[in-house]
């Protein structure tokens, strides 16, 4: 059971891994932190679940860590607000005005 | 409950600030974010500075050895980052700043983080202070609300939050293989497999990020660029050394039994990130792209010092660390004030300082060569102990890169030199007017990165604490 989840939670990961390298548009590239984010969660429960049950630590990291995903997003959102209500899209290969 | 004091001093600063803010009658109150933030950060230096050691929490928060010195570097960094940030919320220059209080509130509350950092001692709260850390770090550098600057920190915030969600994999990775969140426990237990280099990997990849090693640097020319300059310094210097407390935990405490191994991919690191940041940096024209460059390239030399197998190595490091923060936020001190009186950010809007403000293109001078490692200044000194700890451990190779690019960075160095001393004067330069505080940051700047190199004791100090922070660790080949 703990392989099928770890596989799982490796397809997630590669999943935004992917999504990162070839999304053009930055709300979907949120998208695919937040996916690789939730693998990892995953990782965390799964092995608390299977290998160490005597503690919680592994649950407890999962609930922090999706709050902080939750807070790098909504810092994410409000730059890219501010962003958009200037350029009017939100295209990450529009954004080049800073050069060499 | 002692132990927490320094910590709790710089968050309940930030907490008054922001709640006077909401109440205060006078609408421009940052004189008042300025003061009372540098007042919490001194009482803060003060405490870690006279605290002692010990534990707390059921030993997942602890103070002991070199942690002292990783806080000071925080509490001393932001210190002279905000005597120089006061009087860019009063300039005309078009970076101006506004909010002053939510600006030093953000501040307080990424230095807590860092400090935080430093002396967790479990997965949970190492990731929570990381990202408390992390996240205000990425609103400040929006600050200004341009398109650029709003850029630079998207493409900051997406690497950031990427490289954390790698850390984070890789932080599983460990808890899956070994079933303990506490650092300590986890190292003993590891043993070599493939899984546990893939979650190495992981790390090192996350550590990258913050420490602006060489494939994971893409973020910090664009950012540093596009920041507000004191925002610039901040991370270049605070920042910088959260990631390297950061490594120095998982280094030291996770893979302390694996530390050997290490050392060629360390050593494969620093020569990439040092060269990339030498060679680029040649042809900056922007002054605060410069800075980026120069500054990716320090963080090469800094991780020299992991190559090493006795307690000078560690010491040495944080040795670097202190010297390469006082330097570089001496020169972004000249830095912030040129660009917000000048509104000018090209190194050839520098030409002529020596002839309107000599003392301030003296103590520029100052900086940059002691960034280069000259002689009596303290750059070299840190320099050299780190040189000698790669060449103990025979990498002789990683040794003659690092010398060569010394070389190559006293030729950029000294093409901001001779824009200074040598081009005539600037016809379009307007008038200066500097504060006291101001004065104050520059004068304990440019003291410290003069006399750190000359006082002996200092460099003692920070060995004898290594000595006693490595004996209650047990790592592989560490004497």
Not at chain 1, 23 to 48: C, H, K, P, Q, Y
Not at chain 2, 136 to 141: K, M
Not at chain 2, 275 to 298: D, E
Not at chain 2, 390 to 402: E, N
Request: aromatic share 12%; glycine share 8%; proline share 3%.
């Amino acid at each position: 059971m703990l392989r099928q989840i770890v596989l799982l939670s490796l397809f997630l990961f590669s999943t935004g891994l992917y999504g990162i390298l070839t999304r053009r548009s930055s709300v979907g590239l949120f998208i695919a932190i937040e996916m690789m984010i939730n693998a990892a969660i995953i990782n965390f429960v799964a092995f608390n679940r299977f290998l160490a049950p005597s503690h919680i630590d592994g649950q407890v990291m999962g609930i922090f860590a999706m709050a902080l995903a939750a807070a790098e997003v909504l810092v994410g959102m409000a730059i890219l607000v501010m962003l958009f209500r200037q350029r009017k899209n939100t295209d990450i290969q529009s954004m080049n005005s800073l050069k060499h | 409950m002692n132990i927490f004091l320094p910590e709790l001093t710089v968050l309940a600063t930030g907490l008054i600030v922001l709640i006077y803010d909401l109440f205060a009658i006078k609408k421009d109150n940052s004189k008042f974010s300025t003061y009372f933030s540098l007042l919490g950060l001194i009482l803060a230096f003060v405490l870690v500075a006279l605290g002692d050691s010990g534990q707390a929490l059921g030993g997942r928060f602890a103070v002991e050895g070199i942690e002292p010195w990783f806080k000071l570097i925080f509490l001393g960094s932001s210190i002279l980052t905000l005597t120089f940030t006061a009087e860019t919320f009063t300039s005309k220059a078009q970076e101006k700043l506004n909010h002053p209080a939510e600006f030093h509130t953000m501040m307080l509350f990424s230095i807590t983080g860092m400090m935080f950092l430093v002396s967790s001692r479990d997965l949970i709260s190492l990731y929570v202070s990381l990202e408390l850390a992390t996240i205000p770090l990425f609103l400040l550098a929006a600050w200004t609300k341009n398109i650029r600057s709003g850029e630079g920190s998207l493409k900051y915030l997406l690497s950031g939050a990427l490289a954390s969600a790698i850390l984070l994999y890789g932080f599983g990775l460990l808890y899956g293989l070994t079933g303990e969140m506490s650092l300590a426990q986890i190292g003993p237990k590891l043993t070599a497999n493939p899984a546990l280099w893939l979650a190495a990997g992981m790390v090192l990849a996350g550590v990258g990020f913050k420490l602006t090693l060489f494939p994971f640097h893409m973020w910090a020319p664009d950012t540093y660029e596009s920041a507000p300059t004191s925002i610039t310094a901040f991370l270049s210097v605070a920042s910088k050394a959260a990631g390297l407390a950061l490594f120095f935990q998982l280094y030291y405490r996770v893979f302390s039994t694996h530390t050997l191994s290490f050392q060629f991919i360390i050593s494969l690191f620093a020569a990439a990130t040092m060269t990339l940041g030498n060679v680029v940096a040649i042809k900056q024209k922007n002054i605060k792209r410069f800075m980026a460059y120069s500054a990716i390239s320090q963080a090469g030399y800094l991780m020299m010092g992991f190559l090493g197998t006795s307690h000078e190595s560690t010491a040495s490091i944080i040795f670097y660390l202190l010297v390469y923060a006082l330097t570089n936020l001496t020169a972004f001190a000249v830095i912030v004030h040129h660009t917000h009186n000048q509104d000018d950010e090209s190194i050839e809007g520098l030409r002529g300082l020596s002839l309107s403000h000599p003392i301030l293109a003296l103590i520029f001078m100052i900086a940059l060569f002691g960034l280069a490692g000259i002689p009596p200044l303290s750059g070299f000194v840190g320099k050299f102990f780190l040189f000698s700890v790669a060449a103990k451990s025979g990498y002789y190779w990683l040794v003659t890169i690092a010398a060569l690019n010394s070389t190559v960075s006293l030729y950029y160095y000294l093409r901001i030199i001779r824009q200074m001393y040598i081009e005539p004067l600037n016809p379009q330069e307007h008038p200066m007017k500097s504060s006291g505080l101001f004065k104050m940051g520059l004068g304990i700047g440019v003291l410290g990165s003069v006399v750190c190199g000359l006082i002996p004791m200092i460099y003692e100090h920070i060995d004898t604490n290594t000595i006693e922070w490595l004996s209650t660790l047990h790592v592989l080949g560490m004497k």
